[in-house]
C-alpha cells in the first residue's frame, strides 16, 4: 500500500503534478525553442529577425516554420541539420531569395503549403523541388521568373494550387499539363500580371475540367483563336472570366472569316443526332452558315479537341474526324463509344446569349450519353432487380395459395371439415337464403386450431368461433355487423 499524507491522501497525487511538467521540459530539452524565434506548441516563428539563413537547429516537433521578412538569399541543402518530418508548412516570403539549392527540401518530405513569394528568382528547374511529393500548394508570385524548363512540376505528383501571377513569363507554361506523372490534381493556376501575349487554345481548350486558369492583366493579343475562347469561356461561365473578363488588351476586330445563321437557333432539333454504328455523319457547326478558307473552327470531342486547320482532303479515309474548312464535323464509321457532347468554339466577335448554345449531343445506335460499358452495367443491374422483384412476387403468391389450400377447413352440409392451419370462414346458410351475406366478400382467416378438435367425420368437436359470430363479426372486421346479428361470446373483443 502506497504512503499517505496527513488525511490518507496517498503522497504520489501531489508529487505527479510537480515532477511531470519537469519531466516534459526534459523530453524537449533535446530540442531547444532556436534564437531568437517564438515557439508555441509545434509552430515556429522566425520572422523579421534579419536572419540571413535559417537556424540550424529547428525542432523535430515543428509543423510550421516561418521565416518570412528576413534577409535570407540562397537556401542551401543543408539549412537544416535533421529531417523535420511533421513539418507541413514553410513560409519563406519577403526575403531575397535567388537561388534554392538541389534537395533544398530533402529534408522536409511531408510539406504541403510552400510559399517562396516575394523573393528574387528569376529561373524554375525541376532540382529545387526535389523531395516535395506531398505539396499540394505552391506561392511562387511576385519574383523575378522570366523561364520554366521542362519538368520542372513533374516531381509535384500531388500539386493543387499553383501562384504565378506578378511575374515576367512571356510563355504559357503548357508543360504543366503534359507532364507525365506531373500534377494531374492541379485545379487552379494563376499567370496574372505577367508578359503573356499568346495562348495555346488548342490545349486549353481540352482543359474543360480545369477551368481556374486566371490570365487577367497580360497583354494578351484577341486574335480570332484567342477571341474563340474567351468567348467559349465566357459562355461556360468560367469564375476567372466571370470574376476579371476576358482578359484581352488592346482588343481588335478580327475578321475570322465566319457568317452566323441565327435562324438555325430557332430549331428544336439541331442540337441533337442520331445515327447507326458504322455510319457517317456530318455535323455544322452551331449558329454557323458558312466559313471562309482560312477561318479556324474548333470541336471539342468526348476524346480530343480538332481544328479546321488540320483538314486534309487526302486522309479522310484514314482518321476517323475531321473538320472541313467550313466548320463541319465528319465523323466516319461511328462507334458508340463516339457518344456524348460536341462543343463547336469559333470566333463570332460577340457574346452568345441566353438561348444559344455551342453544344450538340451526338448518340451512336441506342446508346445514350454514358459508355456502352456503363450502359451495360446499368442494364444488368436493372434487369436483376426487377427479376428479383417478380420472383419474390411469385414465390409469395404460391406460398400464400398453398397455405390457403393445401389443407383448408371446407364448410359442408354437414358443417365443417377442418384442416390443419387455415379456417375459410363461410357465410351462414340462414343468411345466404334471408339475402343477408355480408358484401365485402372477405372470407379468409389464419388461425391455428388445434387437429384434435374434429371427429372422425369431421365435425368440429369445439368450434373456435361459432358460424353466427364468424357471420357477423368476420376474422378480419372489415365491414359492420349484419343487422339483427350480435355476438354469441362476450369474451371476444370487438
Given amino acids: 500500500m502506497p504512503p499517505t499524507l496527513s488525511g490518507g491522501t496517498p503522497w504520489t497525487s501531489h508529487i505527479l503534478p510537480l515532477i511531470l511538467p519537469l519531466f516534459l521540459g526534459a523530453l524537449h530539452s533535446a530540442d531547444p525553442c532556436p534564437s531568437p524565434c517564438l515557439c508555441a506548441s509545434d509552430i515556429i516563428s522566425c520572422s523579421n529577425q534579419n536572419l540571413s539563413s535559417p537556424p540550424l537547429k529547428i525542432p523535430g516537433y515543428s509543423s510550421r516554420l516561418d521565416l518570412s521578412h528576413n534577409i535570407i538569399e540562397i537556401l542551401s541543402s543543408s539549412w537544416t541539420s535533421q529531417t523535420l518530418h511533421r513539418l507541413t508548412t514553410l513560409t519563406l516570403n519577403w526575403n531575397f531569395i535567388s537561388e534554392i539549392q538541389e534537395n533544398a ?162 430549331e428544336e432539333d439541331v442540337y441533337e443526332y442520331h445515327v447507326d454504328p458504322g455510319r457517317e455523319l456530318s455535323v455544322p457547326c452551331p449558329g454557323i452558315s458558312t466559313a471562309k478558307e482560312g477561318a479556324l473552327v474548333y470541336w471539342l470531342t468526348p476524346h480530343t479537341v480538332l481544328n479546321s486547320s488540320e483538314y486534309n482532303s487526302s486522309k479522310g479515309p484514314t482518321q476517323r474526324f475531321m473538320v472541313f474548312p467550313n466548320g463541319t464535323l465528319e465523323i466516319y464509321s461511328a462507334q458508340v463509344e463516339d457518344s456524348g457532347t460536341y462543343s463547336c468554339v469559333a470566333s463570332r466577335g460577340r457574346h452568345l446569349g441566353s438561348g444559344e448554345s455551342l453544344e450538340i449531343t451526338i448518340m451512336v445506335g441506342n446508346s445514350s450519353l454514358t459508355t456502352s460499358e456503363d450502359k451495360n452495367g446499368r442494364s444488368s443491374e436493372h434487369f436483376n432487380t426487377a427479376f428479383t422483384t417478380l420472383a419474390s412476387c411469385v414465390v409469395s403468391i404460391i406460398l400464400v395459395l398453398l397455405y390457403l389450400y393445401l389443407t383448408p377447413c371446407r364448410c359442408g352440409r354437414n358443417g365443417w371439415r377442418c384442416g390443419g392451419r387455415a379456417i375459410v370462414v363461410c357465410s351462414d346458410p340462414r343468411e345466404v337464403e334471408a339475402g343477408q351475406r355480408r358484401a365485402n366478400g372477405k372470407r379468409v382467416a389464419f388461425l391455428e386450431p388445434q387437429l384434435e378438435g374434429c371427429d372422425r367425420n369431421g365435425a368440429p368437436k369445439s368450434p373456435v368461433l361459432t358460424p353466427g359470430y364468424a357471420g357477423t363479426e368476420g376474422i378480419l372486421k372489415n365491414g359492420s355487423r349484419t343487422v339483427g346479428q350480435t355476438s354469441t361470446d362476450s369474451t371476444h373483443p370487438e
Avoid at 108 to 120: A, C, E, F, G, V
Avoid at 162 to 189: A, C, D, I, R, W
Wanted: aromatic share 10%; glycine share 6%.
Fill in 105 to 266: 527540401f530533402a529534408l522536409t518530405p511531408y510539406l504541403t503549403h510552400l510559399d517562396i513569394s516575394s523573393n528574387q528568382l528569376a529561373v524554375l528547374n525541376a532540382t529545387m523541388f526535389t523531395g516535395l511529393k506531398e505539396l499540394q500548394e505552391l506561392l511562387l508570385f511576385g519574383n523575378q521568373i522570366s523561364h520554366i524548363e521542362k519538368n520542372t512540376f513533374q516531381i509535384l505528383v500531388h500539386l493543387q494550387r499553383l501562384y504565378l501571377s506578378g511575374n515576367l513569363l512571356t510563355k504559357f507554361p503548357v508543360e504543366l499539363y503534359e507532364e507525365q506523372n506531373g500534377p494531374t490534381n492541379l485545379t487552379f493556376l494563376d499567370l496574372s500580371a505577367n508578359r503573356l501575349s499568346q495562348l495555346p487554345v488548342q490545349k486549353l481548350l481540352s482543359l474543360h475540367d480545369k477551368s481556374g486558369i486566371y490570365l487577367q492583366d497580360n497583354p494578351l493579343v484577341c486574335d480570332c483563336p484567342v477571341q474563340a475562347l474567351m468567348e467559349y469561356w465566357t459562355w461556360k461561365q468560367y469564375r476567372p472570366i466571370v470574376d476579371f473578363g476576358s482578359g484581352c488588351k488592346g482588343r481588335q476586330d478580327f475578321e475570322c472569316g465566319l457568317q452566323e445563321n441565327p435562324t438555325i437557333q430557332d
